[in-house]
């Protein structure tokens, strides 16, 4: 190579570079109009890249690779049918360039393949078609893969077994909810350090216990009274342990989880009232009494309807046999429910104040 020629590959270098830095920041701006300017800009960038000499330079293969996968994410974002299939192949154009590492290289290849791979999945994944999520799922297997064999941020691996988990979880009506339990409980096991020091890791841990909960419910038998009790135990758990780790990043100024974790509440009254209704006044107590004040008054109205309907099938019951020890048991709950409901009229009246 010429130093005249070498003087001009790293000129049309830094233009696609500018061009790349302008579409990123349309793209950070996410408005349709801004992200259609985003593409153009990208598409600069790709075909100035494009006239580089890639295989004596695998830097400028990176940098194609990096335009491919920066269009991918502005059509992702843009959505529709056509916008999305555009976006896969935009990604696997980047994998093409990605697949064959420089010798030497530290990672940054691997890391990069690893996003195109996951980022691939994303656009598959809002086809919502079976085929598309099917083909999501590889996607998302083959960047945790990829993830598995380099140090990174695990917050980075546990999204991709998240994805993986969501993708499962949807497909085919629920069959595959076995694989999206195993999932979730991957991305919980590789973020358990990290949740309660880092927001985007404890945003990733409560979307793993909600994959994970409703991964639960469809399995077979899992919305029915015939729930295997281990199951039953893995779903308590799982709420439990969103509504601690959001309530300590309340406790830390962040609100942004209240949301999700009315959701984890409402489906832990419910799992505690179908299948553990021994364990429902306690449930419900322990995080009210634990919510920074004022209570909420949806979380007060989920209790207190939870706790109205076991108290009603407690008294409809048949109480023939008292002696039994479970006619004993059905009577203790139900003078457990009445103490619950009547500090949830404490509760409410704090609230209202």
Request: with cysteine; charged share 20%.
């Amino acid at each position: 190579m010429t130093p005249a020629s070498s003087d001009g590959n790293a000129q049309l270098n830094l233009l696609a570079s500018g061009r790349m830095e302008s579409g990123i920041a349309l793209l950070n701006g996410g408005a349709p109009e801004a992200l259609r300017e985003a593409i153009r800009c990208f598409d600069e960038a790709i075909e100035l890249r494009r006239r580089l000499p890639l295989v004596e330079n695998s830097g400028f293969r990176y940098g194609l690779a990096a335009g491919w996968i920066n269009r991918g994410d502005a059509l992702t974002h843009l959505g529709g049918p056509g916008n999305l299939v555009d976006a896969v192949n935009s990604y696997t154009a980047a994998i093409e360039l990605l697949k064959d590492p420089p010798a030497g290289d530290d990672g940054s290849f691997v890391r990069r393949l690893a996003i195109a791979w996951m980022n691939r999945g994303i656009a598959l994944e809002e086809q919502k078609c079976e085929p598309a999520l099917a083909e999501a799922m590889r996607s998302y297997k083959e960047a945790i893969r990829l993830l598995s064999c380099i140090e990174l941020d695990p917050v980075v691996l546990a999204s991709a077994w998240i994805n993986l988990g969501n993708a499962s979880l949807r497909s085919a009506a629920g069959t595959l909810a076995a694989e999206a339990v195993g999932a979730a409980e991957e991305a919980l096991s590789l973020l358990a350090e990290s949740e309660s020091k880092e927001l985007a890791a404890a945003e990733a841990g409560l979307k793993a216990r909600h994959i994970l909960c409703q991964a639960i419910t469809a399995l077979p038998g899992g919305s029915t009274s015939s729930i295997e009790p281990d199951l039953i135990n893995k779903m308590t758990d799982a709420v439990e342990g969103a509504l601690r780790l959001a309530q300590s990043w309340e406790k830390a100024g962040v609100t942004c989880f209240r949301p999700l974790a009315t959701q984890f509440f409402h489906l832990g009254a419910l799992a505690y009232e179908k299948h553990q209704s021994h364990f429902l006044a306690e449930f419900l107590l322990d995080h009210l009494e634990s919510c920074l004040p004022p209570v909420s008054a949806a979380w007060l109205a989920i209790a207190g309807e939870s706790l109205s309907r076991v108290r009603c099938g407690l008294r409809n019951c048949d109480f023939t046999l008292l002696a039994t020890p479970q006619g004993i048991r059905q009577l203790e709950i139900l003078n457990e429910v009445r103490a619950a409901e009547e500090r949830f009229q404490t509760l409410r009246s704090l609230a209202s104040c």
